[in-house]
């Protein structure tokens, strides 16, 4: 018999061939999350499965395997595991870094431009027939080229987004736990500075920290009445890593100019009060999603799986497994 690997949630269907090519594949493609019986059901009969953001594979869950060997998730994010417990059972932890940075790294882009010009509400405006003439006035927005990006997390992705803005002649802050090496700084022409001076001197602030208890609120009400009151908040990181209803406050009393989420705290609910607002994008949490990155992350998914049911360490453990 051959091993099972269960698959949570729709993957790419060449990546589904490739493990059905050595493995038996049960694929829950619907587009629904499983039900918490369901994933205790799969742990319990997989040798490998593959996992998504929106399954929380907890102690009690992991308490079900029987011969899991790896979880392998889909995303670099991995705050939805119980690492702990399934390095003390013995099951491979992955996820994707590594392949999505500079995906992610142009849809933050497109965030920051977007938000800064109103692409998104001149859209709604324009298409509901209120274009009666160019106006002086019109959607008016903020400049992007000569200001200062401040970006909270500089791993992967962070470092992706300071890198692109070079070609917007910015200043660069960042702000993380430990310093990079000074020829990383170079490199990057970022200024390494305190969570106060990003928070009060950035125009547009990007976090790109992931979820730990750490950095859990890490940006709430006293955070962001640091801010300016003319600067964006670029959020693709984590829901929780924002205090949102802080956030919805500061934006319906425009304390900031404005904010762009493509995460939320508990998502896919939207947290009160966001859907009204003028000045806030929202979005699905699609950060990764373009075609060829989906596709690599996917591969990358499937050669750990093979990596670990054919007796060899995953090339991608998450950190700390
Ligand atoms: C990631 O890769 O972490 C994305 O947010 C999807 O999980």
Sequence with gaps: MKPLITITQVFPEKAIERL???????????GQSLSLEALGQATAESAGMVTYLSDKIDQSIIAQAQSLKIIANYGAGFN??????????GIFV???PGVLHETTADFTWALI???????????RFTREGKFHGWGAKLFLGHDVYGKTLGVIGCGEIGRAVARRATGFNMRVLYHQRNRLPESEEQLLGAEFVSLEQ???ES??????????????????????????PTAYLIHTARGK????KALVSALKEN????????????????TEGLTELDNCVILPHIGSASFDTRNTMAELVVDNIIDALEGRTPRTLVPGW
């Design 241 to 244: 890593v924002v205090d949102d």
């Design 255 to 270: 304390r900031i100019a404005g904010a762009a989420l493509d995460v939320f705290e508990d998502e896919p609910a939207l």
């Design 203 to 228: 125009d547009y602030l990007t976090v790109h920290v992931p979820l730990t208890d750490e950095t859990k609120y890490m940006i709430g009400e006293k955070e962001i009445a640091l801010m300016k």
């Design 80 to 89: 939805n595991i119980d690492v702990a417990s399934a390095r003390a059972k």
């Design 20 to 30: 059905g090519q050595q493995f038996e594949v049960r694929y829950h493609g619907s």
């Design 113 to 123: 431009l977007g938000t800064a010009r109103c692409i998104i509400p001149a859209d």
């Design 198 to 200: 990003i928070l009060s």
């Design 94 to 96: 992955t996820n994707t």
